[in-house]
C-alpha cells in the first residue's frame, strides 16, 4: 500500500474517532484510550438505535460502533499499524452546580427547602448519566401480503427493566419552582444522551393521540391495540422524558393513561414529572375515575412523589415591569403597538426585504390550515377576535407559539358570561404563550389583569371562598384582578387564577429579557 493511501485512511480514522457516540456520559468522563482498525472506504456504519448515540455500542469502555471492514484487502489491512489516542472530555455540568451558579450570578435566590429537592434531582441525574436503556428494535413495515399475514411485531416487555432508575413526581401550587427544578435537570444533561424530550404534558397527549389515530388506521379492519406500538415508538424517540405540568381533565386521556405510561417504562424509559396536584389528586370527581385509579398507583409505586411546598412563592418576589400592556384601547395606545411592531419587524430596510410582513400566512395543524393576518418568519399579529373568536383548540395555539416567538394580540375587551368560550379560549392560549416561552405584546379594553372580572376592580366584591383560597395561593390580589362568577368548576376557577397569574409573570421584565430565545 503505497504511503499516500496510508494517510489518507489513517487521517479518516482520526475524524472517526472523534465523532463516535460514547456509551454513557460516564464513560466519556475517562481518559480513553482505543486501538481502531481501519476501514475500507466501501464499508458502511451499522444502523442507529443505541441508547445514547446513533449506532450500537458494545461492552469496552469507548462503547463506540464497530467500524466494518467488509471488503477490505486483508494483506493491505494487516499492512497497517493500529494506533492510539488518548483524549479527556469535559466534565458534565451537574444540577447542583448549575444551580449554584445561578444563584451566584442573582438569577436565583438562595432556599433550603429547593436545594433539598435539588439533592433529590441530582441523585436521579446521576442515575440516568449510568444507565443503560434496553436497545429497542424497529419494527419494518412491508406492502407485502404475505409478510403481514405471517410476520410478527416483536413481544413488548411485560416489566420496567430491573436497572431503570425510579422516577421523580415533583408536585406543588404555582409559584414553587416545579419548571426550573425540570428545566435544570433536562438543560445539565450531557449531549451524549441524544434521546430525550421535554414537552408540557397536553402537547405530548395531543401528539400521543394523533400516533393512536394513525396506528388505528394502518392497523385496518384486523384491528390490535393501537397503544402499544405508539408506546415502543415515543420510546425509541427518547428514553428520558419530562413532563411539564401532569395534569388529567380528559376521560379520553384518563382512559389511555395507565397503558402508555406502563409502556414506556417496561421499553425503559424514565421520567420527571411536574404538576400541580398529588397523585391521588389528579382526575378528581372525573368520569369513570375508578378506571383511572390504576394510573395513579402506577405513578404512585414507580416514581419518588415529592412536595415542593416550601411556604415560598417565587412568583410573589417582585418583578420590575416591562411595557408590553396597553390599555384602554385609545388611538395613543395602538399607534404605540404599531410602532412597536413596525420596529420588530422592520428594525432595517434590508430586514424589510430578507423577511417581510406577509398578510395571511398559511400554517397547517391537525389537517388545518390557519391564516395568520400579519406576520413575519418569526412574529405574527392578531386581533383578539382573530384568535379567539374562532373555534381553535388548544393544538392550534401550540402549533402558533411553535412558528412565532413574538405575537401581538390586540382589541382584546372585557369578557363577561356572553364571552365564555372566547374567555377559555384566551385562557389556553396564555397558557400556550407561557409554555412556549413566547413574548406578548398585548392592547386590551381594561387592565390586562381584569379581563375576566364582573366587578371593578378595588372592590373584591362577589369572591367565593374558594375563589379567594385560589387565588392568594397564586399571589394574585383579589382587588387588583377582580372577581369573575363566569368560572365555577375547580378547574375552570384554577385555570382563570392561573392565567390571571402568568399574565403577570409574562409582563415582567425578567420574561420580556429572556423570552423569544
Known amino acids: 500500500?503505497?504511503?499516500?493511501?496510508?494517510?489518507?485512511?489513517?487521517?479518516?480514522?482520526?475524524?472517526?474517532?472523534?465523532?463516535?457516540?460514547l456509551r454513557t456520559p460516564a464513560q466519556s468522563r475517562r481518559v480513553l484510550t482505543t486501538s481502531i482498525p481501519v476501514a475500507s472506504p466501501s464499508s458502511s456504519s451499522p444502523s442507529s438505535g443505541h441508547g445514547h448515540g446513533h449506532g450500537k455500542?458494545?461492552?469496552?469502555?469507548?462503547?463506540?460502533?464497530?467500524?466494518?471492514?467488509?471488503?477490505?484487502?486483508?494483506?493491505?489491512?494487516?499492512?497497517?499499524?493500529?494506533?492510539e489516542t488518548s483524549q479527556t472530555l469535559p466534565e458534565p455540568i451537574s444540577p447542583i452546580k448549575q444551580h449554584e451558579k445561578l444563584v451566584q450570578s442573582g438569577v436565583l435566590r438562595s432556599d433550603d427547602h429547593q436545594i433539598r429537592i435539588i439533592g433529590k434531582l441530582q441523585r436521579f441525574w446521576e442515575q440516568v448519566l449510568k444507565y443503560d436503556p434496553p436497545h429497542i428494535p424497529e419494527v419494518k413495515t412491508s406492502n407485502s401480503l404475505m409478510s403481514r399475514l405471517f410476520s410478527r411485531a416483536p413481544s413488548a416487555p411485560e416489566t420496567p427493566p430491573t436497572s431503570a432508575p425510579k422516577g421523580l413526581y415533583l408536585y406543588g401550587d404555582v409559584g414553587t419552582g416545579k419548571t426550573?427544578?425540570?428545566?435544570?435537570?433536562?438543560?445539565?444533561?450531557?449531549?451524549?444522551?441524544?434521546?430525550?424530550?421535554?414537552v408540557h404534558f397536553h402537547a405530548f397527549?395531543?401528539?400521543?393521540?394523533?400516533?393512536?389515530?394513525a396506528t388505528k388506521l394502518a392497523m385496518g379492519h384486523s384491528g390490535g391495540d393501537p397503544i402499544a406500538p405508539v408506546a415502543r415508538d415515543l420510546a425509541r424517540e427518547a428514553y428520558v422524558l419530562c413532563f411539564d405540568e401532569f395534569q388529567v381533565t380528559d376521560i379520553a386521556d384518563a382512559m389511555i393513561l395507565r397503558r402508555l405510561l406502563e409502556g414506556l417504562m417496561n421499553h425503559g424509559v424514565v421520567c420527571v414529572i411536574t404538576s400541580n396536584r398529588h397523585p391521588d389528586d389528579l382526575y378528581k370527581n372525573g368520569i369513570q375515575r375508578s378506571s383511572f385509579i390504576p394510573a395513579i398507583e402506577l405513578l404512585k409505586?414507580?416514581?419518588?412523589?415529592?412536595?415542593?411546598?416550601?411556604?415560598?412563592?417565587?412568583?410573589?418576589?417582585?418583578?420590575?415591569?416591562?411595557?408590553?400592556?396597553?390599555?384602554?384601547l385609545t388611538p395613543e395606545n395602538k399607534a404605540e403597538v404599531d410602532k412597536i411592531f413596525n420596529s420588530l419587524?422592520?428594525?432595517?430596510?434590508?430586514?424589510?426585504?430578507?423577511?417581510?410582513?406577509?398578510?395571511?400566512?398559511?400554517?397547517?395543524?391537525?389537517?388545518?390550515?390557519?391564516?395568520?393576518?400579519?406576520?413575519?418568519?418569526?412574529?405574527?399579529?392578531?386581533?383578539?377576535?382573530?384568535?379567539?373568536?374562532?373555534?381553535?383548540?388548544?393544538?392550534?395555539?401550540?402549533?402558533?407559539?411553535?412558528?412565532?416567538s413574538t405575537l401581538f394580540i390586540t382589541d382584546v375587551p372585557k369578557m363577561g358570561m356572553d364571552k365564555k368560550d372566547m374567555a377559555r379560549r384566551f385562557i389556553t392560549f396564555i397558557d400556550a404563550c407561557y409554555e412556549s416561552k413566547t413574548k406578548i405584546f398585548v392592547s386590551s379594553e381594561v387592565p390586562i389583569?381584569?379581563?375576566?372580572?364582573?366587578?371593578?376592580?378595588?372592590?373584591?366584591?362577589?369572591?367565593?371562598?374558594?375563589?379567594?383560597?385560589?387565588m392568594d395561593d397564586l399571589g394574585l390580589s383579589p382587588e387588583a384582578v377582580g372577581s369573575s362568577s363566569m368560572f365555577t368548576g375547580d378547574e375552570e376557577i384554577f385555570a382563570f387564577a392561573r392565567a390571571c397569574s402568568r399574565l403577570v409573570q409574562m409582563g415582567s421584565k425578567e420574561w420580556a429579557e429572556t423570552a423569544s430565545q
Not at 181 to 197: A, E, G, N, V
Open 205 to 213: 397527549m395531543i401528539d400521543a393521540h394523533k400516533r393512536i389515530h
Open 1 to 21: 500500500m503505497n504511503a499516500a493511501r496510508f494517510s489518507a485512511l489513517h487521517q479518516r480514522n482520526r475524524l472517526l474517532l472523534h465523532t463516535l457516540p
Open 449 to 470: 389583569y381584569q379581563i375576566f372580572s364582573d366587578e371593578s376592580a378595588g372592590s373584591g366584591k362577589g369572591i367565593s371562598d374558594h375563589m379567594r383560597s385560589v
Open 180 to 198: 426550573m427544578l425540570m428545566d435544570l435537570f433536562y438543560q445539565t444533561l450531557p449531549p451524549s444522551i441524544t434521546r430525550k424530550r421535554r
Open 57 to 83: 455500542a458494545f461492552n469496552s469502555s469507548l462503547a463506540v460502533d464497530s467500524i466494518g471492514i467488509a471488503g477490505s484487502n486483508p494483506a493491505e489491512f494487516a499492512s497497517i499499524n493500529q494506533f
Open 301 to 328: 409505586s414507580c416514581f419518588e412523589v415529592t412536595d415542593l411546598d416550601s411556604g415560598t412563592d417565587y412568583r410573589r418576589i417582585p418583578r420590575v415591569l416591562s411595557h408590553v400592556y396597553y390599555h384602554p
Open 345 to 404: 419587524t422592520c428594525p432595517t430596510p434590508t430586514a424589510a426585504l430578507q423577511d417581510p410582513v406577509v398578510e395571511n400566512r398559511p400554517i397547517t395543524t391537525w389537517g388545518r390550515t390557519l391564516h395568520v393576518p400579519l406576520s413575519t418568519s418569526k412574529i405574527a399579529r392578531f386581533s383578539f377576535e382573530e384568535i379567539c373568536g374562532r373555534p381553535l383548540s388548544a393544538a392550534d395555539y401550540l402549533e402558533v407559539t411553535k412558528q412565532f
